[in-house]
């Protein structure tokens, strides 16, 4: 019975220190036994302590380290001097190995999987590399490994599958630039067992370009809310940009820009659903002639670039004093039938709102008269730097129109108020008005003449002498 208590005991005691072994040091509190090594190693270096069978070395392992008949159960590599390392042959001779440490080096890639011999490896320690990416069956033959750190790399992707262990507790991923992508969604599973509820730094991941430093969970979370919303369309969605840095406690801190591509999808009105933040719409090339649903439809109060270029559009008043007029920063209406707009409406906007900073209306056939004309044109030159398409804003072709095809901008106020029916009056009239004007100065020198010649003779002019 005693011996059976000791047995118990001695169980205990060892898988205690079983659990200290494999636990006891954090990520965040290991020793930091690599930073204190110059880096310009020439040959291989290693120490070996036999309190605790650890060996660390620096520039390589040592080939006899692999045949000495000392038994090591951790085993720390700083300053790999290689970019590339095979575990299967830098490993070869470490059957008792419980950890392994390979930090601060040029590494950027495994070129195996860990050997069979290795089967007892319980941590794997990878930090301050930069690996770019893991073999498939990097850890299959580990069956007991526990804790994969691989902070501080140069990882982009993450394969679920290549960390199919059973043993597994804990894994480290920050400080890597991973992409936030459809294929990172495994990081929503929190399902037992799942990879992403093993990840323990799971908080702290960040995304990179385009999305770099925001937190990765809430903008995966987005990108998966977006694609389950798009299928309700028969458009394209991207998220575009992330502002802001979110965090556990508020999550929502994060504002999103997602753009909509609906461009040439045979549509003859404006979608009725849009997804959550779609703040770019792209509608080219379509049959859509009424813009009603930016006004009544909510969806569109988030849209602030819209692009409605080759459609049928042929008025825009019903936008006058909509909230989505007022807050619109870009509107494209290239290629339609406009052939005029409310004039005044556009320019009090255009005066008030800050947020337009283009405007394309080239391409229709704007119509040239003395009552648009003068007005529209007072527009498009008050706001060049807003209508980016300035130079295409040309009136309609009209044959036997002087003014057809013509730029607006530059047209006088006499090509756009007097037609050529009107013109053909005006040449007698400015004949007698040259006549008229010839008169006028007769007589003034005439005047100015008698008065001279009173003065000089004292003589009345003919005309006046004859006056009774």
Known sequence: MC???????????????????SYGSTPENESSECHRIDKNIEYPECHFKENDHSLTCFGGIEEKWRTEEKTVYSLTACNWPNITLNPQEVLRGFSSLRKLKIANSNLTKLTSSFPEECQFLEKVNLTHNRLEGLPPDLFANLSNLQVIDLRNNALTKIDPKSFNVSALHHIYLSGNPLKCTHDTAWILDLRNGSLASKVFDREKLRCS????????????????????????????????????RGSKRIPRQLMAFTSVNCSYRDLTEMPNFLPANTTTLRLTGNKIKDLTPLVRNPVYKQVLDLYLDENLVESIVQLDGS?????????????????DLPTYAL????????????????????????????GFQDLLIRYTNLVRDINEVR?????????????????????????????????????????????IFLILGKLLYDYWLFKRTGKLPWIVSKIP
């Not at 001695?10 to 220190?17: A, G, H, N, R």
Request: proline share 4%; charged share 20%; glycine share 4%.
């Open 3 to 21: 011996k059976a208590i000791v047995s118990v005991v001695t169980l205990m005691i060892i898988s205690k220190f079983s659990m200290a072994f």
């Open 323 to 339: 909230y989505w007029l007022d807050h619109f920063r870009l509107l494209s209406l290239r290629g339609n039938h406009l052939s």
């Open 395 to 439: 009136c309609a072709f009209v044959r036997g129109d002087e003014n057809s095809n013509k730029q607006i901008r530059d047209l006088t106020r006499t090509e756009i108020c007097i037609s050529s029916e009107e013109s053909t009056l005006i040449y007698p009239l400015d004949i007698l008005n040259i006549i008229l004007a010839s008169l």
């Open 209 to 244: 370009v385009p999305y770099d430093g925001r937190p990765l969970v809430p903008v995966v979370e987005i990108i998966m809310t977006l694609k389950e919303e798009c299928k309700r369309t028969v458009c394209e969605c991207e998220l575009v940009y992330v502002v802001g």
């Open 347 to 374: 320019e009090n906007v255009l005066l008030q709102s800050g947020n337009a900073a283009r405007l394309f209306l080239g391409n229709n056939p704007w119509k040239c008269d003395c009552l648009f004309t003068p």
